[in-house]
Every structure is written in C-alpha cells, then in structure tokens.
C-alpha cells in the first residue's frame, strides 16, 4: 500500500489522531488525566450507540431520523416516572421501556417502509409527537431516578474484591485480555484466508495494525485501571457496536442496507423486499435511541423536557464525520465509532479549555461541513454525487 492509498483509507484515523494530540497541548495534557479520558466515553456513550443505528438510515440512501432525540427524552420520561412514582421494578421497567422504543421504531418504519412517506417529513413530525409526550409524561419537571438497580445497570463501575483496591487491576488485565484476543483473532483469519487462497494484505501490515491498536487499548486499560475501573456502561456500548458491525460487515441482511443506497430499484428487481429494509432500519434506530435514553437517564440520574434534545444531530454527525456517505450505500460501524470519538474529543478539549459554548457549535459545524464537502468532491470524481 503506497501513501497516497493509505492517506485516502485512514484519513478520518489520521485526523483523530492529529486533533487528539492538538487538545492533548491545547489543555496542557489535562486530556490525558484518568477522569477525564474515563469521562469520554461515557459522556459520549449515546453518540456511540446512537450512531450504530443511524448508519443504517443513512446507508439507504442519506436518509436520517430526526426523532431520536425526541424517543430519549420520551422513554427516559416513562422510565422515571414508573420508578419514582409508581415504584415498578427496575428490571421490568427497562424491558418494558426497550419494546416501546421498537413500537415507536415500528410506527415509524411502517410509514416510511410502507406508505413511502419521506424520512425527513415523518422522523421531523416523531420529533415533535414525542418530545411533546415526553413532557406531557414528566408535568413539566425533573423527575430524580434514585432506584439502585436501575443505576448499576447502567451507571456502576466493575469492582472485582481482593483483586481492586486503589487500583482496579480487573480494567487492566480485561485491556490484556482484548489485546491478546484481536491477535488471535488476526491469526485465525488469516490461517483461515491461506486455507481457501484467498488474497490477503501483507501480514507485517496487518499485525502492524493490530499492535497499534493493542497498545492503545492496553494505554486506554491503564489509565482506566488509575480512576475507577470499567464503567458498565462501556459494556453496553462494546455490545451494541460489536453487533452491528457484525450485520453490516458478515451477514446478507446487514449488505440488503448497503444494496438499498447503492441502487433502490436494481435491489428491488432482483428480489430483495426494500421495504421490510427501511422498515427494519427505522426499528432498529428507535430501539437504540430508547437504549440510549436509558443510559442517560441513569448517568444523569434524572430526565427533564430537554434531556436528548440535538442528540440526532450528534449522531448523524459521527456518521458523516466517520465516512458514511450522504447519498448512501457506503459507511461502516468502525468509522463511525472514529467520528463519535473524533467529536468527542472535540467537545471533551473545548470543555476542559472552557471555550464559549457559542464557539463550541462553531466548531463542531466546521468539522461537520469539512466531512461533507470531502464525502461530496469524493463522489463527484466516481459519478454519484452528479
């Protein structure tokens, strides 16, 4: 691989990384601190799960949801409400609150998928009902989530006795652990490829790789390992990012949403149910967005009319920022967890710095923008931007 290819392949990697370094100066290293590299994630924990479910919008064809803001609120709303005031069980209140964020996916989807009513028009009609239904829900109030299950679910941090003590060893050795799995992995892939001769890239690149990004997560591991451990809420995340990249990228259902935005009616003749696809991508966004909601609702530890208001335009701009393309049919589930960490890092800088919030939206567009003008000059050079 010359560099012009691999500048072009990793360039949202690259950017990440020179940012990451700039506010890493910029803040005079208080980026590095323990707390404060603990706190990226799971102030960002939404963006991630949020845009795992968007791409699949975007992949059909550049279409968004604009309600996901709106469906946290909602089920952060229900959720705080059946614990404080009518006592429900922690763990019947998080099932129920996950089908309803399906139900809302299905309404949506159902219109969208089926009645072919523009994306744009019924997610921006959703953001209205349920941000509406949300408030109506908490009276107009801060509603306090106290209930101690609820918040160890999704807001507690692993503490294994006699092996944490003022340092959390398990964060560590789990760091370990993920490192030496992604190598095996790697080598079990590739024994596999030589089996079947398939071409494969150079094992000194590919293990490259796989020692830079084992370094990170070991560096990552440690620094976790000096504050409080794993959050629990970094599980949730790892499992929701590990399973859509697994559709997208391993089965026939996840390429139908690429097939959708390459080219609707050549996907439709050749027998593919189109519909069912908008449908089930409208579903899944909803369910995620409810998800997080619940997360939220548990870090914060209470949900007013605001909470989730602009998060779908955080996620959509993790998928632009990370790669998809607006005009669909391109994206993967690991450059949009590059955006979301790209932004974050972002939000996380101006913060620590404590930029004007006015300057923060200003930067945040500007990243935003870059991404698209660089998806569409892109597209221009291949014919599908016209």
């Known amino acids: 691989m010359n560099v012009k290819t691999f500048v072009k392949k990793y360039t949202m990697v690259i950017a990440l990384v020179v940012v ?3 506010f890493a100066w910029w803040t005079d290293q208080r980026l590095l601190l323990a707390q404060n590299l603990s706190n990226l994630l799971l102030q960002n924990a939404y ?3 949020m845009a795992c479910g968007m791409l699949l919008c975007i992949l059909t064809g550049g279409n968004i949801d604009l309600s996901v803001g709106s469906t946290v609120c909602l089920i952060g709303a229900i959720a705080a409400q059946l614990m404080s005031k009518h006592h429900m069980n ?7 609150c996950l089908i309803l964020s399906v139900l ?10 089926y009645i072919h009513i523009p994306p744009f028009i019924c997610t921006l009609a959703g953001m209205f009902l349920f941000r509406g239904i949300g408030r109506a829900i908490l009276e107009s109030k801060t509603i ?5 299950n609820f918040l160890n679910t999704f807001a507690s941090y692993i503490e294994i006795p006699g092996l944490d003590n003022d340092v959390k060893w398990s964060a560590f050795i789990a760091g370990i652990a993920i490192a030496c799995i992604l190598v095996a992995v790697t080598a079990f892939s590739r024994f596999k490829k030589a089996k079947k001769g398939y071409k494969q890239a150079s094992a000194v690149s590919q293990f490259v790789k796989i020692a830079v990004i084992d370094l990170l997560i070991i560096a990552y591991s440690w620094k976790l390992a000096h504050y409080k451990g794993i959050p629990v809420m970094a599980l949730w995340v790892l499992a929701v990012v590990f399973i859509y990249a697994f559709i997208t990228s391993k ?6 949403f690429y097939a959708v935005g390459g080219n609707e009616k050549a996907t439709k003749l050749s027998g593919i149910n189109t519909n069912k696809v908008y449908f089930m991508a409208y579903t899944s966004m909803s369910l995620l967005a409810g998800l997080s909601g619940l997360l939220i609702g548990a870090r914060i530890g209470s949900v007013n ?4 208001n602009s998060f779908e335009m955080d996620a959509i701009g993790s998928c632009f920022i990370g790669g998809a393309s607006a005009y669909g049919g391109s994206g993967t589930v690991g450059g949009v967890v590059v955006g979301a960490i790209l932004l974050g890092v972002i939000n996380q800088g101006m913060s620590i710095k404590g930029l004007d919030n006015n300057w923060q939206y200003v930067v945040k567009g500007a990243v935003l923008l870059v991404a698209v003008i660089f998806d569409v000059v892109s597209n221009k050079k291949t014919g599908k931007a016209g």
């Open 90 to 96: 922690a763990y019947a209140v998080i099932i129920l």
């Open 251 to 256: 089965t026939a259902f996840g390429r139908y």
């Open 144 to 148: 306090a989530i106290n209930d101690q």
């Open 305 to 308: 009319g605001d909470t989730g």
């Open 104 to 113: 809302i996916g299905m309404w949506q989807g159902f219109w969208i998928g």
């Open 47 to 49: 963006v991630l799960v």
């Open 20 to 22: 990451f370094i700039f």
